[in-house]
């Protein structure tokens, strides 16, 4: 695109008007329609009323997919919809989030697995295990070695 390009801000708006109102942000629809973000954004700014409509049109099927919603739960008495409907909306009494607790395991066994995720043993093939942590570190041709240290650096 040219810089300095004048656009036609009426038509501008209403090419993108047809993609807020299919749920996009600003930037996708700027981007699909190939305006310039920072000219819509500059237009936003001065404009309230621009604002105002930009808001209304991105939020257009969120309303209707409420509205879908309402009718399935009063006309349709749908279950299935009202329990989603709750689990999103309600999540403190309505969660289907599970929460495992596991009584049979120590705070030491689970601390032993943060320190050995793959649950090995000390000794396997042949290598020590160690509950240290390890700093791994690569050297390359004759280059300085790589810090081993937190914070040491090399010159």
């Known amino acids: 695109m040219a810089q300095g390009k004048i656009w036609d801000k009426e038509s501008v708006i209403g090419i993108l008007e047809t993609f807020l109102k299919l749920g996009y942000s600003v930037t996708k629809a700027c981007q699909y329609a190939g305006i310039p973000q920072s000219t819509v954004a500059t237009w936003i700014a001065e404009d309230e009323e621009l604002r105002l409509k930009v808001n209304a049109w991105m939020h257009e099927l969120d309303v209707e997919a409420r509205k879908v919603i309402k009718k399935s739960m009063q006309e349709d008495k749908s279950i299935t919809t009202a329990t989603w409907w709750a689990e999103r909306r309600e999540k403190d009494d309505f969660s289907t989030r599970q929460e495992n607790i ?54």
């Not at 995720?117 to 396997?124: A, K, M």
């Not at 509950?131 to 690569?138: G, K, N, R, S």
């Not at 300085?144 to 937190?150: A, F, I, L, M």
Request: hydrophobic residues 20%; without cysteine; proline residues 9%.
């Open 102 to 155: 596991n009584t049979n395991v120590s705070i030491e066994d689970i601390m032993n697995q943060f320190q050995d995720p793959d649950n090995l043993s000390n000794e396997s093939d042949g290598e020590t295990k160690t509950t240290e942590p390890v700093l791994y570190t690569e050297q390359v041709g004759t280059e300085s070695p790589v810090p081993t240290e937190p914070g040491s650096t090399t010159l």
